[in-house]
Protein backbone atom coordinates (compact mmCIF):
# COMPACT_ATOMS: atom_id res chain seq x y z
CA UNK A 1 0.00 0.00 0.00
CA UNK A 2 1.16 3.57 -0.51
CA UNK A 3 1.32 6.12 2.42
CA UNK A 4 -0.33 9.11 2.48
CA UNK A 5 0.10 12.47 4.16
CA UNK A 6 -2.91 14.23 5.18
CA UNK A 7 -3.43 17.24 3.46
CA UNK A 8 -3.02 20.64 5.29
CA UNK A 9 -4.55 23.70 4.85
CA UNK A 10 -1.76 26.38 5.50
CA UNK A 11 -3.88 29.57 4.31
CA UNK A 12 -3.71 31.89 6.62
CA UNK A 13 -7.21 33.04 7.65
CA UNK A 14 -6.04 36.91 7.36
CA UNK A 15 -8.16 38.42 4.65
CA UNK A 16 -11.92 37.84 4.39
CA UNK A 17 -14.31 38.63 1.32
CA UNK A 18 -12.91 41.21 -1.01
CA UNK A 19 -9.81 41.81 0.62
CA UNK A 20 -10.84 42.80 3.90
CA UNK A 21 -8.76 42.51 6.62
CA UNK A 22 -10.17 40.36 9.72
CA UNK A 23 -8.17 41.09 12.58
CA UNK A 24 -5.90 44.11 13.42
CA UNK A 25 -2.64 42.47 12.47
CA UNK A 26 0.57 44.79 11.31
CA UNK A 27 0.73 45.15 8.24
CA UNK A 28 4.50 44.21 8.56
CA UNK A 29 3.59 41.33 10.19
CA UNK A 30 0.63 39.56 7.91
CA UNK A 31 3.05 40.99 5.01
CA UNK A 32 5.67 38.74 6.28
CA UNK A 33 3.32 35.76 6.84
CA UNK A 34 2.16 35.89 3.17
CA UNK A 35 5.32 36.00 2.15
CA UNK A 36 6.59 33.14 4.16
CA UNK A 37 3.41 31.11 3.11
CA UNK A 38 4.63 31.79 -0.75
CA UNK A 39 7.80 30.13 0.16
CA UNK A 40 5.85 27.31 1.33
CA UNK A 41 3.62 26.64 -1.41
CA UNK A 42 7.04 26.94 -3.47
CA UNK A 43 8.62 23.81 -1.21
CA UNK A 44 11.27 26.35 0.01
CA UNK A 45 11.22 25.17 3.30
CA UNK A 46 14.53 26.34 4.99
CA UNK A 47 13.70 30.38 3.70
CA UNK A 48 10.05 29.62 4.90
CA UNK A 49 11.22 28.32 8.52
CA UNK A 50 13.07 31.52 8.27
CA UNK A 51 10.21 33.85 8.13
CA UNK A 52 7.81 32.04 10.76
CA UNK A 53 10.27 31.72 13.42
CA UNK A 54 11.03 35.70 12.68
CA UNK A 55 7.04 36.10 13.34
CA UNK A 56 6.82 33.99 16.84
CA UNK A 57 5.69 36.29 19.66
CA UNK A 58 4.73 39.20 16.94
CA UNK A 59 1.36 40.86 18.36
CA UNK A 60 -1.40 39.72 15.76
CA UNK A 61 0.17 36.49 14.54
CA UNK A 62 -1.77 33.35 15.88
CA UNK A 63 0.92 31.17 17.40
CA UNK A 64 -1.21 27.99 16.21
CA UNK A 65 -1.05 29.03 13.03
CA UNK A 66 2.66 29.66 12.81
CA UNK A 67 3.18 26.15 14.48
CA UNK A 68 1.31 24.36 11.88
CA UNK A 69 3.43 25.65 9.26
CA UNK A 70 6.43 24.79 11.14
CA UNK A 71 6.02 21.41 11.68
CA UNK A 72 4.54 20.88 7.96
CA UNK A 73 7.70 22.02 6.58
CA UNK A 74 9.97 19.81 9.06
CA UNK A 75 7.87 17.22 7.99
CA UNK A 76 8.56 17.91 4.53
CA UNK A 77 12.14 18.08 4.68
CA UNK A 78 11.51 14.71 6.66
CA UNK A 79 12.95 15.62 9.77
CA UNK A 80 10.01 13.30 11.98
CA UNK A 81 11.27 14.36 15.37
CA UNK A 82 11.19 17.91 14.78
CA UNK A 83 7.58 18.11 13.12
CA UNK A 84 6.70 15.32 15.84
CA UNK A 85 7.90 17.65 18.51
CA UNK A 86 6.07 20.94 16.71
CA UNK A 87 2.92 19.12 16.31
CA UNK A 88 2.85 18.25 19.96
CA UNK A 89 3.54 21.56 21.17
CA UNK A 90 0.58 23.43 19.03
CA UNK A 91 -1.19 20.46 20.30
CA UNK A 92 0.14 21.27 24.30
CA UNK A 93 -0.12 25.28 23.92
CA UNK A 94 -3.06 26.14 21.41
CA UNK A 95 -5.41 23.23 22.74
CA UNK A 96 -8.31 25.07 21.56
CA UNK A 97 -6.59 25.32 17.96
CA UNK A 98 -8.82 24.48 14.95
CA UNK A 99 -5.43 22.42 13.97
CA UNK A 100 -5.54 20.28 16.99
CA UNK A 101 -6.98 17.11 15.69
CA UNK A 102 -4.95 17.40 12.58
CA UNK A 103 -2.01 17.84 15.10
CA UNK A 104 -2.72 14.97 16.89
CA UNK A 105 -3.27 13.05 13.49
CA UNK A 106 0.38 13.47 12.20
CA UNK A 107 2.26 13.62 15.55
CA UNK A 108 1.12 10.07 15.47
CA UNK A 109 2.26 9.40 12.00
CA UNK A 110 5.44 11.23 12.90
CA UNK A 111 5.78 9.47 15.66
CA UNK A 112 7.69 6.46 17.72
CA UNK A 113 5.76 3.14 15.54
CA UNK A 114 5.46 1.65 18.99
CA UNK A 115 2.90 4.35 20.19
CA UNK A 116 1.19 5.31 16.74
CA UNK A 117 -1.77 2.58 16.44
CA UNK A 118 -2.65 3.70 20.23
CA UNK A 119 -2.86 6.89 19.16
CA UNK A 120 -4.68 6.68 16.02
CA UNK A 121 -7.15 4.82 18.27
CA UNK A 122 -7.68 7.50 20.13
CA UNK A 123 -8.76 10.03 17.07
CA UNK A 124 -11.63 7.52 16.76
CA UNK A 125 -14.25 9.36 19.01
CA UNK A 126 -17.46 11.32 17.75
CA UNK A 127 -16.01 14.84 18.28
CA UNK A 128 -12.71 14.41 15.78
CA UNK A 129 -13.40 15.98 12.77
CA UNK A 130 -14.62 13.19 9.97
CA UNK A 131 -12.20 13.93 7.52
CA UNK A 132 -9.54 13.90 10.62
CA UNK A 133 -11.13 10.70 11.51
CA UNK A 134 -11.73 8.73 8.45
CA UNK A 135 -7.45 9.20 7.64
CA UNK A 136 -6.68 8.04 11.08
CA UNK A 137 -8.80 4.78 10.15
CA UNK A 138 -7.13 4.20 7.27
CA UNK A 139 -3.70 4.97 8.69
CA UNK A 140 -4.86 2.33 11.21
CA UNK A 141 -5.96 -0.33 8.39
CA UNK A 142 -2.40 0.58 6.55
CA UNK A 143 -0.82 -0.75 10.14
CA UNK A 144 -3.51 -3.58 10.78
CA UNK A 145 -3.75 -4.87 7.29
CA UNK A 146 -7.60 -5.10 8.69
CA UNK A 147 -10.21 -4.68 5.85
CA UNK A 148 -13.18 -3.50 8.21
CA UNK A 149 -11.24 -0.34 8.58
CA UNK A 150 -10.51 0.29 5.30
CA UNK A 151 -14.37 0.38 4.77
CA UNK A 152 -15.31 2.39 7.77
CA UNK A 153 -12.69 4.65 6.40
CA UNK A 154 -14.12 4.82 3.20
CA UNK A 155 -17.77 4.79 4.79
CA UNK A 156 -16.98 8.21 6.97
CA UNK A 157 -16.00 10.21 4.17
CA UNK A 158 -16.76 8.62 0.58
CA UNK A 159 -15.35 11.54 -1.59
CA UNK A 160 -12.43 12.28 0.74
CA UNK A 161 -8.86 11.80 0.12
CA UNK A 162 -8.32 8.86 1.39
CA UNK A 163 -11.30 6.88 -0.57
CA UNK A 164 -10.17 5.60 -3.67
CA UNK A 165 -6.87 4.03 -1.89
CA UNK A 166 -9.23 2.70 1.00
CA UNK A 167 -11.10 0.86 -1.86
CA UNK A 168 -8.02 -0.53 -3.53
CA UNK A 169 -6.34 -1.95 -0.32
CA UNK A 170 -9.36 -3.24 1.14
CA UNK A 171 -10.39 -5.01 -2.30
CA UNK A 172 -7.07 -6.51 -2.79
CA UNK A 173 -7.16 -7.68 0.92
CA UNK A 174 -10.52 -9.37 -0.06
CA UNK A 175 -8.47 -11.30 -3.11
CA UNK A 176 -7.31 -13.57 -0.61
CA UNK A 177 -10.59 -14.37 1.07
CA UNK A 178 -11.67 -17.86 1.04
CA UNK A 179 -15.29 -17.12 0.14
CA UNK A 180 -15.86 -17.02 -2.84
CA UNK A 181 -18.18 -14.12 -3.34
CA UNK A 182 -16.45 -12.28 -1.45
CA UNK A 183 -13.03 -12.62 -3.87
CA UNK A 184 -16.09 -11.80 -6.83
CA UNK A 185 -16.56 -8.83 -4.94
CA UNK A 186 -13.31 -7.22 -4.81
CA UNK A 187 -12.58 -8.33 -8.31
CA UNK A 188 -15.54 -6.33 -9.15
CA UNK A 189 -14.36 -3.51 -7.04
CA UNK A 190 -10.92 -3.63 -8.91
CA UNK A 191 -11.80 -3.89 -12.42
CA UNK A 192 -14.08 -0.68 -11.55
CA UNK A 193 -10.75 1.16 -10.09
CA UNK A 194 -9.24 0.60 -12.71
CA UNK A 195 -11.50 3.42 -14.67
CA UNK A 196 -10.55 5.90 -11.95
CA UNK A 197 -9.09 8.95 -12.68
CA UNK A 198 -6.69 8.35 -9.77
CA UNK A 199 -3.76 7.15 -12.49
CA UNK A 200 -2.08 5.06 -10.07
CA UNK A 201 -4.61 3.37 -8.35
CA UNK A 202 -6.37 3.01 -12.10
CA UNK A 203 -3.13 1.23 -13.09
CA UNK A 204 -2.44 -0.78 -9.94
CA UNK A 205 -6.13 -1.96 -9.56
CA UNK A 206 -6.26 -3.62 -12.96
CA UNK A 207 -2.86 -5.17 -12.56
CA UNK A 208 -3.97 -6.79 -9.19
CA UNK A 209 -7.13 -8.43 -10.95
CA UNK A 210 -5.72 -9.52 -13.44
CA UNK A 211 -2.91 -11.54 -11.53
CA UNK A 212 -6.12 -12.38 -9.44
CA UNK A 213 -7.51 -14.01 -12.57
CA UNK A 214 -4.60 -15.68 -13.91
CA UNK A 215 -3.94 -16.87 -10.38
CA UNK A 216 -7.22 -18.69 -10.47
CA UNK A 217 -6.80 -19.94 -14.37
CA UNK A 218 -9.69 -17.78 -15.67
CA UNK A 219 -6.90 -17.18 -18.19
CA UNK A 220 -8.99 -15.92 -20.93
CA UNK A 221 -10.40 -12.93 -18.55
CA UNK A 222 -6.97 -12.70 -17.39
CA UNK A 223 -6.08 -11.61 -20.60
CA UNK A 224 -8.29 -9.91 -21.81
CA UNK A 225 -7.02 -7.56 -18.75
CA UNK A 226 -3.59 -7.78 -19.35
CA UNK A 227 -4.32 -6.75 -23.54
CA UNK A 228 -5.84 -3.94 -21.83
CA UNK A 229 -3.22 -3.10 -19.19
CA UNK A 230 -0.64 -3.19 -21.92
CA UNK A 231 -2.73 -0.73 -24.16
CA UNK A 232 -3.33 1.72 -21.32
CA UNK A 233 0.08 1.62 -20.46
CA UNK A 234 2.51 0.91 -22.74
Known sequence: GVNHALEIEVRPRLVGARGRQRHRIPVVGADQLLAADRLLAREAYPQAIREYQALRGVEGIASDELLMRLAECARAENRLDEAEKTYRELITTCPNSRHVPQARLLAALTGPADQRLAALKALDADSIPKDVRAAALYHRAHETR?????????????????????????????????????????????????????????????????????????????????????????
Open 146 to 234: EVALYRRALEMCPEGPYAVAARYESAVLELAASDATRVRTALGELIELSCSTNAFYACESLRAAAGSLFAAHRYREAATLGWRFEKTYP
